[in-house]
């Protein structure tokens, strides 16, 4: 079965650093990528996926995500952050070959991002 | 457009009590989907529904939980007896279709249980 690995659980930094979170999935088949982000007091909220093609993908807010077949990665960065950006960020994956159509989540990684 | 709706959005009960939660999905969306989110970790799929059929409980424990999704349209899910462990976020979410499905999902703003 697929897993995913968020090495980072909180991350804090100030506004107008760089960005970038580490996401790492187990699976040796297609795979369709996924970052989602819950805002405080609100729900998951989908921030950018991939699918094929183009590897590095670019999703709302100014976040992109970087997919890399070989080291089964979707790192997610953002080269500016702002106060607003303080959420928690969850990598997802879901494989695309097996009988198995659900996302399988990360830990997730809490980002506080100080003015 | 209307989202996921949830409710309860909070419930506390006492453990060996029972609790159920209501999810509606987005209109035209055929699969739905309940997670378990507890505090500090990611949310865990515990069943997958395509229109009013199951297609993944594999993670559901099924001695205490069950679910329901009558006329492929809202669902359902029960807790009985509870336990203190099932203290969490429950998580409900949907998509266009399963057996294509880009994973792509809508979530909901989640019921958080307590057990005492």
């Known amino acids: 079965a697929q897993s995913v690995s968020q090495h980072n659980h909180h991350v804090i930094l100030s506004e107008a650093a760089s960005l970038e979170l580490g996401c790492n999935y187990s699976?040796?088949?297609?795979?369709?990528l996924f970052w989602y982000v819950q805002y405080p007091g609100q729900h998951l909220q989908l921030l950018l996926k991939?699918?094929?093609?183009?590897?590095l993908v670019k999703g709302i807010k100014g976040f992109e995500a970087e997919f890399i077949k070989s080291k089964f990665s979707f790192n997610l960065r953002k080269p500016s952050v702002q106060w607003s950006d303080t959420a928690e960020y969850f990598c997802?994956?879901?494989?695309?070959?097996?009988?198995?159509?659900?996302?399988?989540f990360g830990s997730g990684t809490r980002l506080q991002v100080q003015p | 457009e209307a989202g996921v709706a949830q409710s309860p959005r909070y419930k506390i009960i006492e453990k060996r009590q029972s609790v159920a939660f209501w999810c509606n999905p987005i209109?035209?969306?055929?699969?739905l989907y309940w997670y378990q989110q507890i505090l500090g970790q990611g949310p865990k799929l515990l069943i997958q529904?395509?229109?009013?059929?199951?297609?993944?409980d594999s993670q559901l424990p099924k001695d205490r939980f069950s679910a329901e999704r009558l006329k492929g349209v809202d669902s359902t899910l029960k807790i009985q007896p509870a336990k203190l462990e099932d203290s969490a976020v429950y998580l409900c979410?949907?998509?266009?279709?399963?057996?294509?499905?880009?994973?792509?999902?809508?979530f909901g703003e989640g019921s958080r249980l307590t057990v005492l």
């Open positions: 979410a949907s998509s266009l279709s399963s057996g294509r499905s880009t994973g792509e999902l809508f």
């Open positions: 699976y040796g088949g297609t795979v369709n």
């Open positions: 991939y699918f094929s093609g183009d590897p």
């Open positions: 997802a994956v879901i494989a695309l070959d097996t009988g198995r159509r659900a996302l399988t």
């Open positions: 209109s035209g969306h055929a699969t």
């Open positions: 529904f395509q229109n009013n059929g199951v297609v993944d």
